[in-house]
C-alpha cells in the first residue's frame, strides 16, 4: 500500500484521468470504478494482479492510495509451476533417464517467470503514474 498526494485535483478528474490511461494501455482493463475508488486487471493472458486506487479528498487536495492484489497472480503460477513439475515428472517415469536437474531447470524457469511478471506489474504502475503526472492541471 503507498499513498501519494496531488495538490488541487478533483475525484472525478483523477478517476477519469486514471480510466483514459488504463484504456491507452494494452494489457490493463478497468474492471470496477466507484465514487472514491478504480479497480484495474493487469493481465498477460490471465489476470496477473488487480491494482485498487483509493482516492480521500482533504481540503483542496487528493490523498490516493494504491493498494496491489497478488491474489490472482499466486491462485495463476502455483498451480503453472505444479503443472510444470508434473510434466517432468511423466518424463521421468516414461525415459527413466531424465535426472533431478531437470526439476532444477523447471524450478528455475518458473523463478525467472514470475520475476518478469512481478517486475511487469510494477513497470505498468509506473507507467501510469508518468502519465499521471505529466496532466496539467
Avoid: Q
Wanted: net charge negative; aromatic share 16%; hydrophobic share 50%.
Amino acid at each position: 500500500m503507498k499513498k501519494y498526494l496531488f495538490l488541487a485535483l478533483k475525484k472525478e478528474e483523477f478517476l477519469t484521468m486514471i480510466d483514459v490511461i488504463t484504456h491507452e494501455r494494452l494489457h490493463l482493463k478497468t474492471k470496477k470504478i466507484t465514487d472514491d475508488s478504480i479497480t484495474i486487471a493487469c493481465h498477460l493472458a490471465l489476470p496477473i494482479t488487480t491494482i485498487t486506487f483509493r482516492v480521500k479528498e482533504e481540503e483542496n487536495n487528493l490523498r490516493v492510495t494504491r493498494i496491489i492484489s497478488w491474489i490472482p497472480f499466486l491462485w495463476t503460477l502455483i498451480p503453472f509451476l505444479i503443472v510444470l513439475e508434473a510434466i517432468t515428472f511423466g518424463f521421468s517415469y516414461i525415459f527413466e533417464d531424465i535426472s533431478v536437474w531437470s526439476y532444477l531447470i523447471v524450478g528455475f524457469v518458473w523463478l525467472l517467470l514470475t520475476t518478469f511478471l512481478i517486475y511487469y506489474v510494477f513497470a505498468e504502475v509506473e507507467e501510469i503514474l508518468n502519465k499521471l503526472y505529466k496532466v496539467e492541471v
